[in-house]
């Protein structure tokens, strides 16, 4: 029997998703800011067939807690330095709208699907605090509703400038002495609550049309948004029984919104330890957790996995079969031997198992993921947004 | 605006500066600040004014002439011999300066819909409308009175045996190019340096994207066997490649270093 | 003998004006990554300094219409020289950044950032602009008095500047004992106020540091 397989992320953060893995003997601390850091994590993702690299990035300053890794680059330039060396790698970003302008956020998404050849993702994201807006002094921080409602039109901007250019609006016509068919670029035209765009892109339409808009649904406000916008929406919960409540949730919203639920993935965030054997899984996590003097919790504990290859083959299957979710992101969290060993043994595992294609398809992330291609809405029988 | 940095000290400390803009108020700025300076002087002699004039203004601000580097604009076209990269150099300019190129750059000037217009043939008799200032938007307008514009471009028509309007606005936008054989251009590129008209240039090659191909085959050899160029990289980093002078480090980096 | 005066060179990507000839046969993309990575690669073949971008935040229009004769369409500066960081590794990246339509600590952190992924490689073209129509494009909308933009493109240079040399630093190694702290020194504070800028690397900045040895 065949299965359909599941979509399979990774997720790199820092030295690693647990707050001790900088100190770890084999951590890349002292070179989280190098190239070579970052080409390697993408190099090892690309080596294992991954679907997507998440990068995540916010404006949140470095706080007072000097037990803590501290400061990060921007994301958007780190997927676009090692997207070259990493081919059909699909590559997401984190790009927060709060505090910058659609109108150079929809050009560098679009860039970066350019220099990834049509595997480039955006994840969009808010910038809650008030610290964050006093690195910018123009506006006071927001409460989550309002945030997202700005967000919602930043993402509808964004989009509409990825569509500003239809595909064939260049032409080239010696003849005519005409580069582009001006018929076929369109001003946006916007004016929102939040925002006014004028003109079109400076960019042309990107390789998959829109890159993969990724959204996080664990915040109430934030559900509304990814029903109506996103491909793929990432959900955190402490154990499966609330991920298939969370998947079942943003599926009605998403049918609610007037779009069919069969379209946008649900990926559930696990973090992650694996090693050859249990125990040696649990010693490495014991390890890491000796190196933190206390171990706080910000908000929702998310799935924890340390255990064999073998171990979490079957939790990823238990979570597909149980409806907890169409693709799982894997959190690793110690880098980069925590990538490494998913790459060299938790991915053949679950290839052997067949939740995982032995060679990923696909000429664009949006095919790898059995997406189709947007429509542009400002083409002949399209309504703009 | 308030508050920390989320990013450790970079390899530079903070980019090359490079400031464009050949108005008083830019030069002043970039004297001040920049580490590099991208002007549109093109001549031999107008550039040595230019350079001058910066590098004196760099040293009013307590900076060392060498501190602030003159980069002009430069397009080039190279050629087998003189003569060929002149032909080459017609062919370059005729393809820049099409027919509707050739209306287009005349409407700019003389505020009009000049579409019925031939560009082969004269230049308008009707003159410009001053009113119409803004037919083109999004690009560097030059604030010079149209009417005087059009009456030298009708002074350099008649002047060169009555020019066609594409002729026309081919002469009068033509910038400083660098035309010749490898060794031509390596030779009058050097001129300009070693006569202090600038440090260096910042080449705007026409084609995308093999437009500087014959360049670095044919002129970067020439201009090394001039001991004008290098031939490998020496610095780490692209301020010392330029010769310029590191970044200074905070007090406390200081502190940490001769305390570690 | 004094060494002789070596000449600086730049490499600017061709750009939307009519100086680049897109008629001619040979004349490929102008927004493919591929043509960017030549056009590096051969920048740095030839030894250049670096390689030059220019900048627009609208499209060009004449006579009310999107001028279309020229070559339109390019990528967004900081995206594309950050993936040419990648098939370079001597060439300086120059980048032409608007101070009026980009604000200050975004600014800074995407150069701090694009200096890191080229190991040092990182240029600034400062530009200001009193170009209202442009601002159509910006929730900042409008635009600036021609004095205003220089008091904002001096802030910009300044925060830059300023973040720039100021961030945390890294750790020497990894260092296994719980409690002990300094993952990375904590960054001094900077603000900046119209026209005005401070950056105080505090008595915390110190202490932190000191705590690395403990």
Redesign the interface.
Known sequence: MTRRPVHLAVEVRGAGAHP?A????D?A???????AY??LLAQLAHRGGLDVLFLPDS????G?D?????????A???A??????APRLGIVATATVT??????LS??I???D??S?GFAGWQPDVSRTA??A?????KAAADAGTLWREADEAVEVVTALWDS?EDDA?I?D?A???????DK?HPVGFRGE???????S???RPPQGHPLVVLRADEPEALAVAARRADVVRISATHVGAAVAARTRIRDAVAAAGRDPDTVGVWLDVEVLVAPTAAQARERLATLD????TLATVGTAPLRFAGTPAGLGDLVDHAVRSGAADGITLVPLALPGGLEQIVHHAVPHLVGRGLRPERPHGSTLRERLGLARPANVFEKGGVPA | MHGRFSVPRSPQGHPVLIQAGDSAEGRDFAAATADAIFTLHGSYDAGRDFYADVKGRAVRHGRRPEDLLVLPGATFVLGDTDADAADRAVEVRRAQVGPQTAIAFLEQIWGRDLSGYDADGPLPAIDPDVDNVSITRGRVRHARDPRTVAQEWRDLAAAKGGLSIRETVIEATSRTSFIGSARTVAAELDRYVQGDACDGFILIPHLTPGGLDAFADTVVPELQDRGSLRTEYTGTTLRENLGLRPTARPATDTTRRTSA | MTARKQIRLGAHFPGVNNTTVWSDPAAGSQIAFDSFAHFARTAERGFFDFLFLAEGLRLREHRGRIHDLDVVGRPDTFTVLAALAGVTGHLGLAGTINTTFNEPYELARQFATLDHLSAGRAAWNMVTSSDAFTGENFRRGGFLAREDRYTRAREGVDVCRRCGTAGPTTPSSPTAAPGCSCATAASPTCTTRRASSTCTAGSRCRAARRATRC
Request: proline residues 9%; without cysteine.
């Open positions: 001790g900088w100190r770890a003997p951590s601390a002292t070179r989280l800011f190098s190239p970052h080409l404006f949140v300053p470095p007072d000097p037990g803590l890794v501290r400061g990060a680059l921007d958007v330039a780190v676009a330095r090692v997207a070259p060396a505090h910058t302008e659609p109108f150079h050009k560098a679009a860039t970066l350019f220099v050849s610290a964050e006093d690195l910018f002094g123009r250019w260049e080239r010696v005519t002495g005409r580069f582009v068919d001006r670029l939040f925002f006014s765009v004028a003109g079109a400076i960019t042309p000796g190196y933190v003097r």
